[in-house]
């Protein structure tokens, strides 16, 4: 496409867009809330290989670089974004079916190595649809909206997935109270049909609405020439001490804040003795309470300069720390209904942490480099929560085997994330996020004194 008009602002076609996010929570749920627990408390597999297969689309999110790239430069099947998003998602879809054979196969003989096969299969198909569809979709809502509105556009979209997790929580946890085969294949054939038709759905026909605004030489000719330039603007990005700085504190913070991620349903079942659906809520309460809080931020703090962010982040992070060194005391003192209310101040800092990190994302970008800026913050965050779940499982083990006491093992690594937290917050004052805003021109140096002083 080479449109030059600006496309129209329609909520409607922003509302259709976030159904997109309805089949991308219902998979997450299925492999990070349901899956893991089965496997580690009914089965009574290790959390390492665990973690290792959920964390594994995070270890390969260099991919989504490549495939955002792909869909600026090269259609596919004569479309500019689309084919490459459902070329993805087709992938997830047919990674369904394969986990639920593995899980059949683990059912019947916890030892039959080929379910491991069909799980690593299945969650390679996973990871790579994932990777390959999210950044077209990204960019294919970017391009159906007027630049005045592609940040309003963005944020509603992922808005919509926070969201939409606690509630495919809740009716997954309905669904299946206690795990059987049976129930869980219902799930697989549940999210491969509801989620594959609005994966359809949301983007059949939209890219028609979209304005690329590419000239003849903005094809494939200047498409070459930057992907060589690729590695030059990478390179003066690490030379920028506030760039390192910001990408050590993004780094520490997300590694601290997921590494409960496969441990979380697990810890529930083996500390507390909580059923399939009660850890499947836990989900729920801490996302639930993360997309209430963002609401609310937006609608307090939406006049506040994104230069501004970093005491709500600040404070965001010191509020997790407090709910993680809460869920610590859970896991240490074996008390069940102090569960939730953790889970809820974790939740709550998640919450404010999230609204400002996305903001100071954008004010650490340089206009002339978008791309290669928030493709780096993007594979970092990425990286960091892959390996921060896989540290999780590993540890788990580790401590276990050690202790041979759940609840310290996961009190401990409780007690880790919150430190992590806690040092991710001075991290923060060392990035010099004012000086970058200057120095990029998003601010003049009047700005910035006036910012400095009031912060």
């Known amino acids: 496409m080479s449109e030059s008009s600006e496309p129209r602002f329609s909520w409607w076609l922003l509302l259709r867009l976030c159904t997109f996010q309805i089949g991308s929570a219902m998979g997450d749920i299925l492999v990070t809330s349901i899956w893991n627990r089965i496997m580690i408390v009914n089965f009574g597999f290790p959390a390492l290989p665990v973690g290792l297969l959920i964390a594994l689309r995070y270890l390969l999110s260099p991919l989504s670089l490549y495939a955002g790239f792909r869909s600026d430069t090269t259609k596919f099947l004569g479309l500019q974004r689309a084919s490459y998003i459902w070329l993805g998602r087709g992938l997830m879809v047919a990674s369904f079916p394969l986990l639920g054979f593995s899980v059949t196969l683990f059912d019947a003989n916890t030892n039959n190595p080929l379910g491991w096969l069909l799980a690593l299969l299945s969650f390679i198909l996973y990871g790579t649809g994932t990777l390959l569809s999210g950044s077209p979709f990204f960019a294919l809502v970017r391009d159906v909206m007027p630049p005045a509105r592609q940040g309003l556009a963005l944020s509603v979209i992922e808005t919509a997935l926070i969201l939409l997790f606690p509630i495919m929580a809740i009716a997954f946890s309905v669904i299946l109270h206690e795990y059987t085969l049976t129930g869980f294949w219902e799930l697989i054939g549940l999210t491969a049909v509801v989620g594959g038709f609005f994966w359809f759905f949301a983007i059949v026909g939209v890219e028609k609405h979209a304005a690329f605004y590419k000239a003849a030489e903005h094809t494939q000719a200047k498409a070459r020439a930057q992907f060589h330039e690729f590695h030059h603007t990478f390179a ?152 921060g779940i896989f540290s999780g499982g590993a540890l788990r083990d580790l401590l276990h085997a050690v202790t041979q006491s759940f609840p310290f093992a996961y009190g401990a690594i409780f007690g880790l994330e919150a430190l992590g937290l806690f040092v991710s917050i001075y991290l923060l004052t060392r990035v010099n996020i004012l000086g970058f805003a200057r120095a990029t021109g998003r601010i003049p140096a009047a700005d910035a004194q006036v910012i400095t002083a009031e912060l």
């Open 236 to 387: 003066k990005i690490f030379q920028d001490p506030r760039a390192r700085a910001f990408m050590v504190f993004l780094a520490v913070a997300t590694f601290a804040g997921w590494m409960q991620d496969a441990i979380l349903e697990p810890f529930g079942a083996e500390v507390l003795n909580a059923t399939l659906a009660q850890t499947t809520r836990y989900s729920s309460t801490w996302q639930g309470a993360t997309a209430l809080v963002l609401i609310l931020a937006v609608i307090i703090w939406r006049k506040r300069k994104p230069e501004q962010q970093t005491p709500i982040a600040q404070i965001g992070l010191g509020i997790m720390g407090a709910g993680m060194l809460w869920l610590a005391l859970t896991a240490l003192s074996q008390i069940s209904w102090m569960v939730n209310p953790a889970l809820l101040v974790f939740g709550i800092g998640f919450g404010l942490y999230t609204f400002s990190a996305f903001q100071l994302l954008v004010v650490m970008t340089f206009d002339q480099a978008a791309g290669a800026y928030l493709g780096l913050w993007t594979v970092t965050i990425l990286l960091s929560r892959g390996v």
